[in-house]
């Protein structure tokens, strides 16, 4: 190219092109087409930007950390124990404070164990520990025996405490024994537990507010409250224990003042409580507190434990206004406009009256070969072909 | 439709449709639609593609695992405990080394409390257990007596340690007194904390590296660096303990080598430190060694510890290549060139001297009715009001 | 303007307009742009809407609670300990039932520690406790003295249990000594632990189904094929600990039932064992048990554990139909069509043969000037330079 050429090809950059419109008359067409882009321009500007804030980046990844702590006593008179008052240091177990803490509500004692000798006793807990109210069989199947033979020393009790030692205890005149175990002895005692450490806990010393529907914003709750949001009896669930999800929603608007960015609360119980049996339902476990006597022998008084777990789980999402979030969804609703326009393109050329018309109007055909017929579209009747050759 | 006009529709379906274009000698227009096509695109490359990778699909959800250890050793020497040498075992609670440990600082510790009858001492947080250098109220409101009456028996006090039995203890010829109270006996003291466990820290063994802004990926760290970092005084946090939090952020290239793949730590105080009487100012929790006396008796002693916790977060996010992503902001950056487009249009339609003259090339107005007018678009005025129409 | 014309005006708004097509009857173009039309239909299709499901919008963020449980006793025969009979209470820490637990399967044991002075002893392991194994150095260096010079008192021994008193201790004629320490007394000795707690693991009593690929929803798992599942040896993890994560995946699709929502449970090795000498290989902790002798002296028995740590970690994201990806994913598609025509254009108006002619159809010169010209569109040479102008 000469430098001519490049000049004429460097101001020809500057030449805006522009489509090439025909004006169709139809008011039909024209009215849907205007309804379609209505349509559109309420969903983007209602649907997506106001109400979804679509406009928005958002970031669900958050850093949590949860201090919690409880305060109050509770007292209990129970044969075993006797009297006894239970302080925060008592029921609370860890006793830190994290996001997961336990309240004990109930509890099974076997004081004094050491390690010895005896019987493997059956335990009231038919297939898993979860259900200390059914007392479904007495004794641990592979724990009963008739003979030394049917406990060979050193196997281990299925579902049991301890450790087989070979001999099998029989009570005088009786055909069928229980097998000696070596085990933290004597072994927990089949039992329901009946007391509950928490009769009451509105004993708690409450700062200045609550948290209630009227103060949703106070950190401070009732443990008795908490339970009833949930949906449950206080004083079924500290019989058996359970699990209780206390959830903290934060979903801020970054745009707005941090004021205005508040935590949301909710309770529900984790533990399935309507079936009984299930391998879920309650919440308990054991813990032993060690001793060791004046010969200096090891004994431990071990603790089934129920209460109530409560799982604080932290959840949110801040959302910020974003430009890339809001080129792509206004980007996506002018291309959506474009299918519109094929949408009533279709209309017009195919379903409309004067369908023909329009189509030789729009679709100029052209053909090298024959350079006379240059600008004259044609108008024959050939050009419904054409129905899917629009897009 | 017979064979021949089927033929013809698959023949016409491989003709390739092209929009019509008129080109506008406008140079002005050109260039302004140039600068539109120019910062769309440096938008979509510079912004969209390099600055935020936003052809990467990135994924927060992240599945971590933190292992903590702690060294040293720290000596005291107080009248309560006499000579005493702390190591970890002593003073990091829970021993397990997860993502939130505790690290004990200072202490109350109120020995050998067994299950009795004693009066009720106000301790010397006025309103929570928050303030400990405080000395606000002398002693709890709820404990004060005149008589028997004022100590229903079975009641539990208000912020207190125990059960009220029934009874007021008062000093001779002294008109007030306070209610005796079933409880852990003696109760904790009013006391202001005074001494460090971990006056010094840097006794901590290193292995090789420790980290700082030159060691930015070595995982051993100085406890009081932590704290310094987080913009706190080791000394004034000891004494009243308070919650440091340790982000770790990962920030994954995954089209990059793994290598490059490095956490960010930073460090912040989480406890609210500035307002003294706040609720979640400073951090400690009480808990208790049980013991056993050769009757049989238990007795324990509490402790409430003070201390610096530290939450390790770990948060993160990584970002790979999809062609979701990339196609979506190719596509909204097409788009939004329509616009430009359409704005551009505006301009030479209706601001420009010869709109007039461009509406009518532009839009080629048919009427089906007067097939006269077939391929000669209208030049009056009256195109005026397809202002709005052009879109 | 007039009342008619504002008529105009509004009737014009309902005028349809469509763009003006050339039909270009080159077969080659035709089918390259079908080809790249059906290209991106197969791709929204198939990859984005069938393969990807991105017409669901994902939430990641998830709150999950974790419950363990764990069964079954082990039985040791150690001259350290004797006869010892584990069970839950014992080798489970912490006892909650939390998603990190730890299972003790070795221990160094450390009994009748109390405050005194003593020499300090060199452990086993070199730099950092993590590698029980090598008997690297006999003592630790900063412990080593000739004279009492080389202790000075109140310092602590850097990797050591205690505070210096100021005292070498030396063995008569020997000329090394060690510093005397004020620490929990005596320290902790060098050794290799050799016993597993955990000999045997298939004494879980087990409800009634395992954790296999038969049965992948089934919550109750053998330790040991837990460990097997990771990649990892049970015999050589438990004598020197480890971490192993248990991922549980749920990924929902929410326009299907509940009931496919279902978890996928995978296992991994989450320490260093390959590095030996590694800083993270291996995993223990120490924590002591507390007791009171009869003159109300404390002593604690210090207990070393190694074990396996398990971390259940959940993750998942759950994905529901909502029409603004899918808008803005269909949006995508249809602009990326519009580049599509955009690279046809290129090839039917610069490399067809025909390219003079058809640019010459497409594109409609305009002169306002010469108003002669109206509507024949120019066929000269010159149009090449609109090469960079067609978008």
Redesign the interface.
């Known amino acids: 190219m000469g430098q001519v050429?490049w000049k004429?090809?460097?101001?020809?950059?500057?030449?805006?092109?522009?489509?090439?419109?025909?004006?169709?008359?139809?008011?039909k067409?024209?009215?849907?087409?205007?309804v379609v882009?209505l349509t559109i321009l309420a969903?983007l500007v209602g649907?997506?930007f106001i109400v979804?804030k679509?406009y928005q980046d958002t970031?669900?990844?958050?850093?949590?950390?949860v201090?919690t702590?409880l305060?109050?006593?509770?007292?209990t008179n129970t044969s075993e124990l006797g009297?006894?008052?239970w302080?925060?240091?008592?029921y609370v177990?860890?006793?830190?404070?994290?996001n997961?803490f336990?309240v004990m509500t109930n509890l099974i004692v076997t004081p004094?164990q050491r390690?010895a000798t005896c019987p493997e006793v059956g335990r009231t807990e038919p297939?898993?520990?979860q259900t200390p109210t059914k007392l479904g069989s007495d004794n641990i199947p592979d724990a009963l025996c008739q003979q030394d033979e049917d406990c060979p020393a050193?196997e281990?009790?299925?579902?049991?405490?301890?450790?087989k030692t070979g001999r099998c205890l029989k009570d005088r005149d009786s055909i069928r024994g229980t097998c000696e175990i070596?085990?933290?002895c004597p072994v927990e005692k089949r039992s329901k537990p009946k007391v509950n450490v928490l009769a009451?806990t509105n004993?708690s010393?409450l700062?200045s507010c609550r948290y209630s529907t009227e103060h949703p914003y106070c950190?401070?709750f009732l443990l008795g409250n908490i339970v009833r949001w949930a949906g449950s009896d206080f004083q079924e669930m500290a019989l058996e224990g359970g699990?209780i999800?206390i959830?903290i929603e934060w979903n801020c608007d970054l745009d707005k003042a941090p004021s205005e960015c508040n935590p949301h609360y909710s309770f529900s119980r984790?533990?399935n409580r309507f079936s009984e049996k299930s391998?879920?339902s309650g919440?308990n476990?054991?813990?032993?507190?060690?001793?060791?006597?004046?010969e200096?022998v090891d004994y431990?008084t071990?603790i089934k434990a129920y209460g109530i777990?409560f799982?604080v789980?932290v959840?949110?999402?801040a959302g910020k206004f974003n430009?890339?979030p809001t080129?792509?969804?206004?980007?996506?609703?002018?291309?959506?406009?474009?299918?519109g326009?094929f949408f009533?393109?279709l209309v017009?050329l195919y379903l409309s009256k004067?369908s023909n018309?329009?189509r030789g109007?729009?679709?100029?055909?052209?053909?090298?070969s024959t350079s006379k017929s240059?600008?004259?579209?044609t108008l024959n009747g050939?050009q419904?072909?054409?129905?899917?050759?629009?897009?």
Chains 1, 2, 3 share one sequence.
Not at 29 to 34: A, E, N, Q
Not at 59 to 65: A, E, H, P, R, V
């Open positions: 050429a004429g090809f460097f101001l020809s950059l500057f030449d805006y092109k522009t489509e090439k419109y025909v004006i169709a008359k139809n008011k067409v024209g009215i849907l087409y205007r882009q969903y649907w997506v979804k679509s970031d669900t990844s958050l850093q949590s950390s201090i702590k305060k109050g006593v509770a007292f009297e006894r008052l302080d925060v240091a008592d177990i860890p006793p830190q404070g994290e997961v336990f004094n390690q297939l898993g520990s050193g281990a009790v299925v579902a049991g405490n301890g450790v070596l085990a933290w009451t004993e010393y700062k950190p401070i699990v999800g959830q984790l533990d391998i879920s919440y476990f054991r813990f032993a507190k060690y001793y060791r006597d004046a200096g431990r071990l777990r799982d789980m959840n949110g999402k430009i890339i080129i792509i969804n206004i980007g996506s609703g002018l291309a959506l406009m474009g299918a326009a009533c393109d017009l004067k018309f329009y109007k729009k679709y100029e055909e052209v053909r090298s240059l600008s004259s579209p050939n419904s072909p054409e129905q899917l050759g629009g897009l």
